[in-house]
């Protein structure tokens, strides 16, 4: 009796160390949401206020973003270098079809719900409020990433005009047609932020370069990969400090909203996307799961709970990438050759959860009009939506952004999606939360797709060549008892058959 006390007590204790962290986590939020609203129903906080409230917040996300270069430069880079060309194109493939393939999924189960629910007919656009203004983006704008265009008013030439010599009648009309003549010019300019597209381009092709220069680029690797564990290290440092900057940043949010009267306007659209954010993170994702890897979705879904939490409360999934990276590897026993190439590339245009939005926000704007949407249009919608959410930045809002590129596809007013901000942060951040769900499934399904290409780059390396990408993951149980480390890598020691040594672990 005593023993089974003790190992209960054990077992909790081991439990609660395993995931103190998550635990913190989800106490972290649940205080931020009462003393948001403590502070805002007691205390009457100016705008300055509000933004000095928030600041242990912004110190969490600034950090964040600070480890985020780094990380995805050395966990690519390490990444492609540890396959050959074959073999990452291959995975590569692999991972944008199934991207493709689950945002699709999406936006139809999106289209669905808001024809079936129809949560714009019961209201009009007139008996919503409007918030912040409409963004001035095109499709190119949107891909090109980094660059943007906007319209610049002209100002006329002066003329000088003897008024003295001309009718009153006459100067009248003269400033009438001047006031209504404008000239633009079309000018290009460059947003603040990191071009992550560009990027994750670069390391692919320097990781292929790498991988190809055999004994030279050893020295390369090697820094690479040194600079992805430091990183990471450096990532479980700011963890600590997370539940304080989540705590804040919740509380700071629920202080700046102005009017919460807008939730009940917007009740059947939130819940119609909010429903379809829930199906999909429940029954489609862990469906296409199961029936590739076959071992249960929700375990795994389990083991991402950190990173879910995460991506929910600061609502970018960039910012959340290192969080991922740490939970599929650690969690999920997920190959870090896998984990380093795919999940960087689904951060950024793996997005179902914004093509589901936008699907259901677009059609939920023309209900609100009136505007009746043929097959062809809800076709243009379900295309556009997919091909947006893919150009979409995997910052906070930038749905809304995308968004206005879906409305003007099918001939809606994009001033329109100002209706859909005052709730956007909210779903924003469950949208976040199911797209990093989305990437974790993917690294699982392009693993188990790609485990006879692994296996056989584990067992054609030679134990002088170094491969510190390969982990236990990739293998079953009873395989790992027969592999060895070399420079934090697998290869068989072919010198013993029977006794095999660990000489190195990540």
């Avoid at 991207?99 to 629910?117: E, Q």
């Avoid at 603040?192 to 030279?216: Q, R, S, T, W, Y």
């Avoid at 050893?218 to 564990?229: C, K, P, S, T, W």
């Amino acid at each position: 009796m005593m023993g089974n006390k003790e190992r209960r007590g054990m077992n909790l204790k081991g439990l609660l160390k395993r995931n103190w962290l998550l635990i913190a986590t989800v106490i972290s939020v649940l205080v931020g949401i009462s003393l948001g609203v403590v502070v805002r129903e007691y205390a009457s906080l100016s705008h300055l206020d509000k933004q000095y409230f928030g600041f242990p917040g912004e110190i969490l996300m600034r950090m964040l973003k600070l480890v985020i270069l780094p990380l995805i430069i050395s966990s690519m880079i390490t990444g492609v270098a540890a396959l050959d060309s074959e073999v990452s194109g291959k995975i590569g493939l692999r991972a944008v079809i199934y991207y493709f393939s689950t945002t699709i999924i999406a936006v139809i189960l999106g289209i669905i719900l808001v024809m079936t629910i129809k949560p714009g007919v019961s209201q009009t656009a007139d008996h919503i409020d409007r918030a912040g203004t409409t963004p001035n983006v095109t499709t190119v704008d949107t891909l090109l990433d980094l660059y943007k265009t906007k319209r610049k008013e002209l100002e006329p030439p002066k003329v000088s005009v003897n008024t003295t010599t001309i009718p009153p009648l006459t100067t009248t009309i003269m400033s009438v047609v001047e006031n209504i003549t404008k000239d633009y010019q079309i000018v290009g300019t460059y947003s603040d932020g990191i071009n992550v597209l560009g990027l994750i381009v670069f390391c692919v092709a320097f990781g292929l370069v790498i991988g190809k220069m055999g004994e030279k680029g050893r020295i390369l690797l090697e820094f690479f990969d040194a600079l992805n564990e430091a990183t990471m290290k450096l990532v479980q440092i700011i963890m600590c400090y997370m539940p304080v900057g989540i705590l804040f940043l919740i509380a700071a949010k629920i202080i700046e909203v102005e009017d919460w009267e807008i939730f009940k306007k917007m009740g059947l659209y939130m819940v119609t996307v909010l429903s379809g954010l829930a199906i999909h993170a429940t029954i489609c994702l862990p469906l296409i799961f199961f029936v590739i890897v076959r071992k249960n979705p929700y375990t795994f879904a389990l083991g991402m709970a950190q990173a879910l939490v995460t991506a929910l409360m600061i609502s970018s999934s960039s910012a959340t990438l290192p969080i991922t990276f740490r939970c599929a590897e650690e969690n999920n026993r997920i190959d870090k050759r896998i984990t380093r190439f795919v999940l960087p590339v689904g951060a950024t245009i793996n997005m179902d959860g914004t093509a589901l939005y936008e699907a259901v926000a677009a059609i939920f704007i023309a209900q609100l009009n009136d505007f009746t949407l043929d097959v062809g249009q809800i076709v243009t919608i379900s295309i556009t939506a997919t091909v947006a959410s893919i150009g979409a930045a995997g910052v906070p809002n930038a749905g809304l952004v995308t968004m206005v590129i879906v409305l003007t596809a099918v001939g809606l007013p994009a001033s329109d999606v100002t209706l859909i901000v005052a709730v956007d942060w909210l779903l924003d951040r469950f949208r976040t939360m199911i797209n990093v769900l989305g990437d974790a499934y993917g690294a699982g399904i392009v693993q188990k797709l790609s485990k006879r290409e692994l296996e056989r780059m584990d067992l054609t390396s030679d134990v002088d060549v170094a491969n510190p990408f390969a982990l236990e993951a990739s293998l079953d149980d009873e395989e790992c008892e027969k592999k060895s480390y070399v420079n934090g890598g697998f290869t068989v020691d072919k010198t013993d058959a029977i006794s095999f040594t660990e000489t190195s672990q990540f």
